[in-house]
DNA sequence: GAGTCATTCGTTG
DNA sequence: CAACGAATGACTC
């Protein structure tokens, strides 16, 4: 068991129209590789059991979906947030400290 | 074996 | 208040 396997152990209990931060699961696992976490997240080896889009930044911002990495389908991503309940406003989730998991 | 990456914190100007 | 650099862990060349 890696230190990405327990990110992607406690990002899977995430309920669904909730979000997490980077941090939030990099201490969850006891490391602080925050970085390393968004490492995962770009492999993702689960693709539906672990929602990489469920995580953003700690201000709120998604992070590496939109403007970085491929582009376009990132926003997909978004509204795929959007159907589960997470509102997405200009690449920020809103009420997001409410919905901080 | 070295470099990269979807982040965050700490210090300096 | 704003900007830059350092640290961390796995993956790829």
Known sequence: MTF????????????????????????????????AV?????????APEVPCHRVVRSDGRVGGFMGKTTGKEIQKKIEMLTSEGVEIIDGKVADFSLRCF
């Open 4 to 35: 990405e396997e327990k990110i992607y152990e406690v990002l899977r209990k995430v309920p669904r129209g909730k979000v997490t931060t980077y941090k939030n699961l990099a201490e969850k696992i006891g490391s602080k590789a925050y970085r």
């Open 38 to 46: 968004g490492q995962a997240m770009r492999n993702n080896p689960f």
